[in-house]
């Protein structure tokens, strides 16, 4: 299961930081990811990060923007937002799957398994 949370009303230039706790079978390893939703749009690819943290993957977009991290100990994925435009404006899911790999990371929604129920964040000009 995954909780997300962290998304809120924020103004352009403004940062946020979105958590994903997960529970259940979390003692193999896994791969997590974020991706979003804007309204009218397809879901999207934000990033992702391995295991041990020591790969990770952002969309163009974001780069530069954006830092992916995961604490293991707590079973908890964060993304924080920084210089946030009014693009990003979207529905933020987290994405988690099991993997063979601790370096595995992929940036297609179809690869994970499980998803979490999405937490809102509304960048206003």
């Known amino acids: 299961q995954l909780q997300a949370s962290g998304g809120g009303l924020v103004q352009v230039g403004g940062s946020l930081r979105l958590s994903c706790a997960a529970s259940?079978?979390?003692?193999?390893?896994?791969?997590m990811g974020w991706f979003r939703q804007a309204p009218g749009k397809e879901r999207e690819f934000v990033s992702t990060i391995s295991w041990r943290g020591d790969f990770t993957k952002y969309a163009a977009s974001v780069k530069g923007r954006f830092a992916i991290s995961r604490d293991n100990a707590r079973n908890t994925l964060y993304l924080r937002m920084n210089s946030l435009k009014p693009e990003d404006t979207a529905v933020y899911y987290c994405?988690?799957?099991?993997?063979?790999?601790?370096?595995?990371?992929?940036?297609?929604?179809?690869?994970?398994?499980?998803w979490g129920q999405g937490t809102l964040v509304t960048v206003s000009s």
């Open positions: 259940g079978r979390t003692s193999d390893t896994y791969n």
């Open positions: 994405a988690f799957r099991y993997v063979g790999s601790v370096h595995s990371i992929s940036k297609f929604a179809s690869d994970y398994d499980y």
